[in-house]
């Protein structure tokens, strides 16, 4: 079980542990907390989402990490905000009178066990693929928007799956959007490149309001202590175009309106491994600057 000396967020845990950890806060806030288990993985884990609400008839967010299972850095962040929600309570009353939150911190369950036990970088999902020695689908390529137009290579780390939603996690997700209308905003976690990206559409329909929001985002991390994030499209600020996100599915298939992913730090220089290896010591600041930059997105949805 965790070490209770340190916030849960201020080191990495493991898939166990941040299951333990959410469990814990729904029972020890009952009257706010609450589990949904929205499916099981391939190797049949549980997906398991924290909501945080203290009254009905609410507009919601959904923040979603660890889809890419190297990507440790995210999960900290949704501890650190379900931390300050529930124990500052009466500091952030006023986020939980405005808003439901629901955290789903381990998307890609399997992927972060396997990172964990056999391979600290590996990204994808862990089931094998039909006549290849390849294992694993990228889940972020999975979804049912542009699909078609993803990698088939079963042994790129971004391959897109034999079809949509051929895999549980991504099923899960998509399903658990479609039951819940009221989760009108969406940001997926992911690391690195300090960027805040904006949904693929957005890059036809000039969409300022979006990109607006995001902008107070980067605002908010600034304050806390100078780290720079962009704002773009992923073709704009990283050169290439990803098909089958769950980010611009939800936006453009869902319905949702407000829809980011977050590339936490470090900022992009080249590719390297070591980029999602981030020594515990700096998670304080970088939770820090998320909850800001959390905060400072959820504003933006309506109250109801
Ligand atoms: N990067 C994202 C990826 O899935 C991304 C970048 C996300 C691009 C969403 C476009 C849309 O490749 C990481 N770090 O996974
Ligand atoms: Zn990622």
Same mark, same amino acid.
């Given at each position: 079980?965790?070490?209770?000396?340190?916030?849960?967020?201020?080191?990495?845990?493991?898939?166990?542990? $941040?299951?333990?950890?959410?469990?814990? +806060?729904?029972?020890?806030? %009952?009257?706010?907390?609450? $589990?949904?288990?929205?499916?099981?993985?391939?190797?049949?884990?549980?997906?398991?989402?924290?909501?945080?609400?203290?009254? %009905?008839?609410?507009?919601?967010?959904?923040?979603?990490?660890?889809?890419?299972?190297?990507?440790?850095?995210?999960?900290?962040?949704?501890?650190?905000?379900?931390?300050?929600?529930?124990?500052?309570?009466?500091?952030?009353?006023?986020?939980?009178?405005?808003?439901?939150?629901?955290?789903?911190?381990?998307?890609?369950?399997?992927?972060?066990?396997?990172?964990?036990?056999?391979? @600290?970088?590996?990204?994808?999902? @862990?089931?094998?693929?039909?006549?290849?020695?390849? +294992?694993?689908?990228?889940?972020? @390529?999975?979804?049912?928007?542009?699909?078609?137009?993803?990698?088939?290579?079963?042994?790129?780390?971004?391959?897109?799956?034999?079809?949509?939603?051929?895999?549980?996690?991504?099923?899960?997700?998509?399903?658990?959007?479609?039951?819940?209308?009221?989760?009108?905003?969406?940001?997926?976690?992911?690391?690195?490149?300090?960027?805040?990206?904006? %949904?693929?559409?957005?890059?036809?329909?000039?969409?300022?309001?979006?990109?607006?929001?995001?902008?107070?985002?980067?605002?908010?991390? $600034?304050?806390?202590?100078?780290?720079?994030?962009?704002?773009?499209?992923?073709?704009?600020?990283?050169?290439?175009?990803?098909?089958?996100?769950?980010?611009?599915?939800?936006?453009?298939?869902?319905?949702?309106?407000?829809?980011?992913?977050?590339?936490?730090?470090?900022?992009?220089?080249?590719?390297?491994?070591?980029?999602?290896?981030?020594?515990?010591?700096?998670?304080?600041?970088?939770?820090?600057?998320?909850?800001?930059?959390?905060?400072?997105?959820?504003?933006?949805?309506?109250?109801?």
């Amino acid at each position: 079980s965790f070490q209770r000396n340190l916030l849960p967020s201020e080191r990495y845990l493991n898939f166990d542990e $941040i299951m333990e950890y959410i469990e814990l +806060v729904a029972t020890t806030h %009952p009257e706010i907390a609450s $589990i949904i288990n929205i499916g099981s993985s391939w190797e049949g884990r549980p997906l398991r989402v924290l909501k945080l609400s203290n009254g %009905p008839g609410k507009k919601a967010i959904l923040l979603e990490s660890l889809i890419h299972a190297r990507e440790w850095v995210g999960p900290p962040t949704i501890l650190h905000a379900i931390h300050e929600l529930t124990t500052n309570l009466l500091e952030n009353q006023a986020l939980l009178d405005a808003n439901d939150w629901y955290f789903l911190p381990v998307a890609n369950p399997d992927g972060y066990v396997f990172s964990w036990t056999k391979d @600290r970088v590996w990204r994808k999902t @862990r089931r094998s693929n039909n006549d290849s020695d390849c +294992v694993g689908t990228d889940p972020n @390529r999975n979804f049912d928007y542009k699909w078609e137009d993803g990698t088939t290579d079963m042994c790129s780390g971004s391959y897109h799956g034999s079809r949509p939603y051929s895999e549980p996690e991504c099923e899960a997700i998509a399903k658990f959007l479609l039951d819940h209308k009221e989760i009108t905003f969406y940001l997926a976690v992911h690391s690195y490149g300090q960027l805040i990206l904006l %949904p693929w559409e957005a890059e036809n329909q000039q969409n300022n309001h979006l990109k607006s929001v995001a902008e107070d985002a980067v605002q908010a991390i $600034i304050a806390v202590n100078g780290t720079q994030y962009k704002v773009g499209t992923a073709h704009g600020v990283l050169s290439y175009f990803a098909h089958g996100t769950s980010f611009d599915w939800a936006y453009a298939k869902a319905g949702i309106r407000l829809s980011y992913t977050i590339e936490l730090t470090p900022s992009f220089e080249k590719f390297d491994n070591q980029n999602f290896i981030m020594d515990s010591k700096q998670l304080p600041l970088i939770n820090a600057e998320c909850w800001e930059a959390y905060k400072a997105l959820v504003s933006h949805l309506p109250k109801t």
